[in-house]
């Protein structure tokens, strides 16, 4: 039997609030059941539109896969957030920078969730409910120092009114952090915040300053954070001294080991997949199709694979074919780069094709 879906949809809250993220850190999805023919031809209508939801749902999140930036961020982050749970000042950050679509939220997010699991699992469920371990902020567009305390006011849900002053946001968001023994402040889209322009050098002396405040290891992530001038100058320099860098990149694909990772990427994605008439095997078998298709960006990759399972599912296909995943649109950097390959191929094999 089939639990149809209760009515209520579930309440949402953005991740950079602490309820937001509360949820994202409790939350465990349930891999559904694939039910044998049999079984599932007799469902009634209700009860098979109910399975159909449950596995619509599953996919829209699908598995996460330790890629190597995710283990080397986890791994970084915790050795940091350990070496600094004694220094009193001088305490050194992450930052996580690369193209888009390359897993550093993702990344960044892990490393939190897992941390604030271990911390409960560390101290036990009475000892961490006082605390809040973890804090997830991103940074607005040109952003200044007082709307970078805002947004950690925001997360913590400290009101924040007209006339409050910068100065009184920052102690009060401060204050409160201390008290609750945060460890680990993920910062994200860090590339809003620009040294060229007097109110991004602003914003990056308050991230600073929030740095010394608040005894937390600090783990900052954005798109391609050196071309954006993070690093130059004396506040430039200071970061530098700071901060570990982790570049992420999309797979490469040119090396038998590289195809070989690809594939085991592909793999654990296949082996998730909840469809019926699914072939296994059949999606790693396009590991080179699906490299063309992404640019080896895992955004791209994940975004392409619970697209085409969402349609085998509404269409009653339940496979994935090379044909289902031609259906589904990508983002615009992976549509362009696939565009440029096909661009190329036809200039080796017809040099005079361009001038025609």
């Given amino acids: 039997m089939v639990t149809p879906p209760a009515e209520e949809e579930p309440e949402h809250s953005p991740l950079t609030t602490k309820d937001g993220w509360g949820r994202f850190v409790d939350d465990t999805p349930t891999c559904p059941r694939l039910l044998p023919a049999r079984e599932r031809k007799r469902l009634t209508e209700q009860e098979r539109q109910a399975d159909d939801e449950a596995r619509l749902d599953y996919h829209a999140r699908l598995v996460v896969v330790a890629t190597p930036t995710v283990r080397r961020v986890f791994t970084t982050g915790r050795r940091l957030v350990l070496l600094n749970r004694h220094q009193i000042s001088g305490r050194r950050g992450l930052i996580v920078t690369g193209q888009a ?41 040109r952003a200044t120092p007082k709307m970078l305390a805002i947004e950690f006011a925001r997360f913590l849900g400290i009101p924040v009114f007209r006339g409050d002053t910068q100065t009184a946001i920052t102690n009060a968001v401060c204050d409160l952090l201390i008290k609750l023994r945060a460890e680990l402040v993920l910062v994200d889209e860090i590339h809003n915040i620009s040294l060229a ?127 289902a995943l031609d259906g ?17 191929r036809r200039r080796r094999q017809d040099p005079g094709a361009d001038a025609a």
């Fill in 101 to 141: 679509g390359t897993g550093k939220t993702t990344a960044i997010t892990q490393l939190g969730r897992n941390h604030e699991l271990l911390v409960r699992q560390r101290l036990g469920a009475t000892a961490a409910a006082g605390r809040l371990p973890v804090v997830y902020v991103t940074v607005p567009p």
């Fill in 197 to 323: 322009t007097r109110a991004g050098a602003e914003a990056s002396d308050q991230l600073k300053y929030l740095s010394e405040r608040i005894p937390a290891t600090f783990v900052l992530a954005g798109i391609n954070v050196g071309a954006s001038g993070l690093f130059s100058g004396v506040r430039g320099q200071q970061i530098a001294g700071r901060y570990t860098l982790i570049d992420t990149e999309p797979f490469p694909y040119g090396t038998t080991p590289q195809r070989q990772q690809w594939r085991q990427l592909i793999a654990t994605m296949e082996d998730s997949l909840r469809l019926h008439r699914h072939k296994p095997g059949s999606l790693t078998r396009l590991d080179a199709y699906l490299h063309e298709r992404t640019d080896g960006a895992i955004g791209s990759l994940s975004q392409l694979i619970r697209g085409a399972a969402t349609e085998a599912i509404l269409d009653g296909s339940e496979s994935l074919t090379r044909k």
């Fill in 328 to 344: 589904i649109t990508l983002d615009q950097n992976a549509e362009t780069a696939r565009e440029q390959r096909r661009r190329n």
